[in-house]
């Protein structure tokens, strides 16, 4: 496919709306897209509206499985006034291609889907098989790799890249895990003349923040990662009491734990559950706890054949970093198998989520290359 037809391939994806929803009209774009090569893909529903999507490319012998992936939904645009282009306008403007999603990351998966093609229209040969998956809800929930890690479609991976936006320069072999969760505060309420006949949530919920932060403390300094650094805990949201001479009867604290490998996601729920478990013990009221996201943290080696592949290919010894944030990998290094991994793709990453979001049309097109030559020299 030429330079041409793959810019206004991803301008026809940028316009198809899917804000935190509807992928099933990209996964179906791309569907037809392959089926005009000659490409079979499968969608597979998460909800109505909503479909994962995986395809396949077969070398002549049988080999590693190498799969490239990336999600379908982009957060929300927000004010459309906002923006200098249309956030689904896919304008192009100095080089650089403007829409939401441009960055955060149809550019990185299109990329991806065109590698497919070109393999396949070139008839290059190679061993093993090219996995294409397409994620429904990463940026809420997670839940396309989710259901594809359930559901096996990872289980016989060799390596897989995330086309996530690192840019050329640098790649990310680690990320850290991330618990949301809530925690509701149970009183009773009274008059606020009269404490003494109430149960007062929100004093019971500042005892919890004392006691569980300094646990949080604690356990942030037990362990530290090189590339991720440590455990954190941030509280993010309270919301407490309605009525200023009332004694408050509930109070909802809301926050995000950061996680690593070596102070995980199960350290967090421990001492969640303990800090409550105690204060239960002693107050009148009652402490719940509600995990909302519970998304693992993921680091592989910055050695390994993938990664030596990718920097082969570009020529370069691109350093690779860990991120504070999580991605689809969160689910799918939850398989048995040991997968080389690589979150490596075009795009801005400081205007990911922000308005006039761009990706550089040449960066964008970069990586067309790269990933059909990454794949080449990965699956010999
Ligand atoms: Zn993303």
């Known amino acids: 496919m030429n330079d041409e037809k793959g810019i206004s391939v991803l301008q026809d994806v940028i316009r198809l709306k899917t804000e935190n929803n509807h ?3 990209v996964a179906e774009y791309y569907q037809q897209l392959l089926a005009e090569y000659d490409i079979d893909a499968e969608i597979i529903e998460y909800a109505p509206g909503r479909s994962n999507l995986i395809a396949e490319l077969k070398g002549s012998e049988p080999g590693k499985i190498l799969a490239y992936s990336g999600h379908m939904d982009v957060v929300a645009a927000g004010d459309h006034e906002e923006w200098t282009y249309d956030p689904f306008g896919a304008e192009i403007v100095d080089g650089k291609m403007y829409g939401r999603g441009t960055t955060d990351m149809k550019a990185g998966l299109t990329a991806m889907v065109l590698a497919l093609i070109d393999l396949k229209e070139s008839g290059k040969d190679f061993n093993g098989t090219l996995r ?9 929930g997670m839940y396309g790799s989710k259901q ?10 060799d390596a897989l890249v995330i086309g996530e936006p690192s840019g050329k320069d640098i790649l990310v072999t680690a990320h850290k895990g991330s618990v949301q969760y809530e ?8 008059h606020s003349s009269m404490p003494e006949k109430g149960i007062n949530s929100l004093m019971q919920m500042n005892a919890f923040i004392t006691e569980a932060d300094a646990k949080f403390e604690e356990a942030g300094k037990s362990a530290s990662n090189e590339k991720l ?6 509280f993010t949201v309270i919301e407490g009491g309605t009525q200023i001479n009332s004694v408050p009867e509930q109070t909802i604290l809301k926050a ?9 996601n199960q350290v967090v729920l421990d001492i969640l559950n303990t800090t409550i478990d105690e204060m239960n013990e002693k107050v009148d009221g009652r402490l719940e706890l509600n995990v909302l996201q519970n998304n693992m943290a993921v680091e592989r080696s910055d050695q390994s054949k993938l990664v030596q592949s990718i ?12 991120l504070g944030g999580a991605t689809d990998a ?12 690589a979150i490596f793709g075009p795009g801005a990453s400081a205007t990911a989520h922000t308005v006039d979001e761009y990706v550089e049309v040449k960066d964008y097109l970069y990586f067309c290359g790269l990933f059909i030559d990454l794949a080449l020299d990965y699956l010999q």
């Open 23 to 25: 992928e099933a009209v």
């Open 183 to 190: 925690v509701i505060s149970h009183g009773k309420a009274a």
């Open 311 to 322: 920097r082969k290919i570009a020529g370069r010894d691109i350093p690779s970093i860990g």
């Open 132 to 140: 294409l998956v397409a994620s429904v809800g990463e940026e809420i």
């Open 229 to 234: 650094g440590s455990m954190l805990n941030v």
């Open 256 to 264: 995000n734990a950061r996680t690593i490998p070596e102070c995980d």
């Open 148 to 157: 594809l890690t359930d559901e096996g479609y990872m289980d016989d991976i």
């Open 330 to 341: 969160s689910n799918f290094c939850r398989v048995e198998k040991e997968f080389d991994l």
